[in-house]
């Protein structure tokens, strides 16, 4: 699907979590809000071939001042500013998490200064490891404190007189009631005895751990006994070892999921920056994938998407300070973000993003203009998205009975007065729904809500290739 400019990525609500990238060529044909831009002569984009490797380190969901003026008419568009408050607290469990993490690689880029080519290609980060495959993770909160054995972790059991903290709760050989144990001996001669408070005791171990001794950053042990590997507070007010420390830049691995057919599948391919040291990109597709919980898995795609930042360059480092992604979160994208549950939104697991914009909540919050009065006829309640994508005038989407206790889009009005509704079985089950909608050979329903985020960027030591 990499064939034009590249892709965005975001998250919605508080659905914000972990995430995974793929790209796609942005529009579609003559007409479209968001025709595609050819690619700018400079180096090509080839993973590891590139410079200045950084990381999104801080990403909002901008105010509604933020917007990019995307269907032209004077105006800044974002829609998603009114529930920048309930993306606030997702978004900053998955910084925080490391399950987003979004590297960035530079191509075409000589320094700072104006640039009429500047390419660079958006990755999947994997910072996380788990060594000893127990299910549990050292570096995040309540992680794990052994990632070498897969018998230590949050969660097992105590076990008596081993010298050692078997649960990660930061204490070795307590008692069933929490209590810390008495023992006075220091077994490892490192100063500490369990009484002390060292979470390792053992003789052949534990010398570099106890209280007070600085965390060894990748050594999967739990160094400083807080209870986590690779994760305590430092000077910076960040955790130590944490990718998004612009004193101490990490080595990052990046997701195979990064890359399509061998290629980064996130590629801006278009952009310059000016005399101001502003650099611009796009418009373009931005796809993510964004891992949940368990098997669940959010696929976002944003287009029209449009990248603005300040380069700031101190040395021979170049981040990106002030950025704002913009973009449009089209209506079958948001047909498919389902098995959350929001309740400031009515979002329920069974149901999709896409129903409670449409069809609960989220659209009167969102302020999502009343559908014409020849749709609204016919079905009472229903809305538009803010943003015309292919200029054939706004879709609609609507519950087709108000009166049930299904709070679902089952019809889909196309720009063109074109209705599509669910295709249900025998059994009353959704074999499609009417997003999925097709118009020769292509998605029908495209039109979507305006959304803009603010990030800024801190220096990676290097990016890595995917682990074989």
Same mark, same amino acid.
């Given at each position: 699907?990499?064939?034009?400019?590249?892709?965005?990525?975001?998250?919605?609500?508080?659905?914000?979590? *972990?995430?995974?990238?793929?790209?796609?060529?942005?529009?579609?044909?003559?007409?479209?809000?968001?025709?595609?831009?050819?690619?700018?002569?400079?180096?090509?984009?080839?993973?590891?071939?590139?410079?200045?490797?950084?990381?999104?380190?801080?990403?909002?969901?901008?105010?509604?001042?933020? *917007?990019?003026?995307?269907?032209?008419?004077?105006?800044?568009?974002?829609?998603?500013?009114?529930?920048?408050?309930?993306?606030?607290?997702?978004?900053?469990?998955?910084?925080?998490?490391?399950?987003?993490?979004?590297?960035?690689?530079?191509?075409?880029?000589? #320094?700072?200064?104006?640039?009429?080519?500047?390419?660079?290609?958006?990755?999947? #980060?994997?910072?996380?490891?788990?060594?000893?495959?127990?299910?549990?993770?050292?570096?995040?909160?309540?992680?794990?404190?052994?990632?070498?054995?897969?018998?230590?972790?949050?969660?097992?059991?105590?076990?008596?007189?081993?010298?050692?903290?078997?649960?990660?709760?930061?204490?070795?050989?307590?008692?069933?009631?929490?209590?810390?144990?008495?023992?006075?001996?220091?077994?490892?001669?490192?100063?500490?005895?369990?009484?002390?408070?060292?979470?390792?005791?053992?003789?052949?171990?534990?010398?570099?751990?106890?209280? *007070?001794?600085?965390?060894?950053?990748?050594?999967?042990?739990? &160094?400083?006994?807080?209870?986590?590997?690779?994760?305590?507070?430092?000077?910076?007010?960040?955790?130590?070892?944490?990718?998004?420390?612009?004193?101490?830049?990490?080595?990052?691995?990046?997701?195979?999921?990064?890359?399509? &057919?061998?290629?980064?599948?996130?590629?801006?391919?278009?952009?310059?920056?000016?005399?101001?040291?502003?650099?611009?990109?796009?418009?373009?597709?931005?796809?993510?994938?964004?891992?949940?919980?368990?098997?669940?898995?959010?696929?976002?795609?944003?287009?029209?998407?449009?990248?603005?930042?300040?380069?700031?360059?101190?040395?021979?480092?170049?981040?990106?300070?002030?950025?704002?992604?913009?973009?449009?979160?089209?209506?079958?994208?948001?047909?498919?973000?389902?098995?959350?549950?929001?309740?400031?939104?009515?979002?329920?697991?069974?149901?999709?993003?896409?129903?409670?914009?449409?069809?609960?909540?989220?659209?009167?919050?969102?302020?999502?203009?009343?559908?014409?009065?020849?749709?609204?006829?016919?079905?009472?309640?229903?809305?538009?998205?803010?943003?015309?994508?292919?200029?054939?005038?706004?879709?609609?989407?609507?519950?087709?009975?108000?009166?049930?206790?299904?709070?679902?889009?089952?019809?889909?009005?196309?720009?063109?007065?074109?209705?599509?509704?669910?295709?249900?079985?025998?059994?009353?089950?959704?074999?499609?729904?009417?997003?999925?909608?097709?118009?020769?050979?292509?998605?029908?329903?495209?039109?979507?809500?305006?959304?803009?985020?603010?990030?800024?960027?801190?220096?990676?030591?290097?990016?890595?290739?995917?682990?074989?």
């Amino acid at each position: 699907m990499l064939k034009c400019a590249a892709m965005r990525k975001l998250s919605s609500l508080g659905l914000f979590t *972990g995430a995974v990238l793929v790209a796609a060529c942005g529009g579609d044909g003559k007409g479209d809000l968001f025709p595609p831009k050819p690619e700018c002569q400079g180096d090509a984009v080839v993973a590891y071939m590139g410079t200045q490797p950084q990381v999104i380190s801080t990403l909002t969901v901008g105010s509604a001042s933020d *917007g990019f003026d995307l269907d032209g008419d004077g105006d800044p568009d974002n829609k998603l500013a009114s529930v920048a408050s309930v993306a606030k607290g997702g978004i900053a469990d998955a910084l925080d998490n490391y399950s987003l993490i979004i590297p960035i690689e530079f191509f075409s880029l000589e #320094g700072a200064g104006a640039d009429d080519c500047v390419k660079f290609a958006i990755y999947l #980060g994997q910072y996380v490891p788990d060594v000893d495959m127990d299910g549990k993770k050292p570096l995040i909160e309540k992680g794990d404190c052994n990632d070498h054995d897969k018998l230590i972790g949050p969660d097992v059991t105590e076990v008596a007189d081993n010298n050692v903290d078997d649960d990660c709760d930061g204490k070795a050989d307590e008692d069933a009631q929490n209590v810390a144990s008495t023992d006075t001996v220091d077994h490892d001669g490192d100063g500490f005895s369990k009484a002390q408070g060292d979470c390792d005791d053992r003789p052949t171990l534990g010398t570099t751990i106890h209280p *007070g001794a600085a965390e060894v950053c990748g050594d999967g042990l739990d &160094n400083d006994c807080d209870g986590v590997a690779d994760r305590t507070a430092n000077a910076s007010g960040l955790p130590a070892c944490s990718p998004f420390d612009p004193a101490h830049p990490v080595d990052m691995t990046l997701d195979p999921r990064s890359f399509e &057919n061998g290629q980064p599948a996130i590629a801006f391919k278009d952009g310059t920056i000016g005399a101001d040291g502003k650099l611009l990109a796009g418009p373009s597709l931005f796809s993510v994938k964004i891992p949940v919980t368990g098997d669940l898995v959010l696929d976002l795609r944003i287009t029209g998407a449009t990248i603005k930042a300040d380069v700031v360059q101190a040395g021979d480092v170049i981040t990106l300070k002030n950025g704002h992604l913009g973009g449009v979160i089209d209506s079958k994208t948001a047909d498919t973000i389902r098995g959350l549950t929001v309740d400031q939104i009515g979002l329920k697991p069974e149901d999709s993003l896409l129903d409670a914009t449409f069809a609960n909540l989220l659209g009167p919050l969102l302020a999502l203009p009343k559908a014409d009065k020849k749709i609204t006829a016919k079905y009472a309640d229903c809305r538009t998205p803010d943003i015309d994508v292919d200029n054939d005038g706004l879709e609609a989407f609507c519950d087709s009975d108000l009166n049930d206790d299904f709070k679902v889009v089952d019809t889909c009005i196309d720009g063109d007065g074109t209705e599509i509704k669910d295709v249900v079985g025998a059994d009353g089950a959704v074999i499609m729904n009417c997003s999925e909608a097709l118009k020769d050979g292509k998605p029908r329903f495209v039109d979507g809500i305006s959304v803009e985020l603010n990030f800024e960027t801190t220096q990676l030591k290097s990016i890595l290739p995917p682990p074989t």
